[in-house]
């Protein structure tokens, strides 16, 4: 798979994972203010990445940003199942199926994301083409 389907995939994940957050987040506040603002953290963190893997010429800054998110992301709905998260969500939440394909989304920009931060910059005018040699 080429970088640039792989950079345009990861951004379909975070499109899609800011969009869940998005619509949870009433929900959310309704439960606490603390779990609200956690949804509203995650949906416009991912939305800047959309924009930053879309508009930057080198997006490995971004896919690393994007990586970060996606495992933190993961981790938290973990916790939150599993022990609770102090502050944002103390008591735990019942797996669902929503979550669980939302998380899978996740995971797999997770591993588009690590995939484009470790690769090597071709050429400093098209950077993510393919058989382009500098």
């Known amino acids: 798979m080429s970088a640039a389907m792989k950079r345009d995939l990861l951004i379909v994940t975070c499109g899609v994972s800011a969009g869940i957050h998005g619509a949870l987040v009433p929900e959310h506040l309704r439960e606490s203010v603390a779990a609200g ?3 509203i953290a995650a949906t416009v963190l991912l939305a800047a990445l959309v924009g930053a893997l879309t508009f930057l010429s080198d997006p490995r800054p971004a896919a690393a940003a994007a990586a970060l998110t996606l495992a933190g992301l993961l981790v938290s709905y973990w916790l939150v199942v599993w022990h609770g998260l ?3 969500h103390p008591e ?4 669902d199926a929503l979550a669980l ?3 899978a989304i996740e995971a797999g920009g997770l591993v588009l994301a ?3 931060v470790g690769r090597r910059r071709r050429s400093a005018h098209f950077p993510f ?3 382009v040699r500098a």
């Open 101 to 103: 394909a939302t998380k």
């Open 129 to 131: 083409e393919e058989g």
């Open 37 to 39: 603002c956690g949804f």
């Open 86 to 88: 102090p502050v944002l």
């Open 92 to 95: 735990t939440e019942p797996v």
């Open 114 to 116: 690590a995939s484009l």
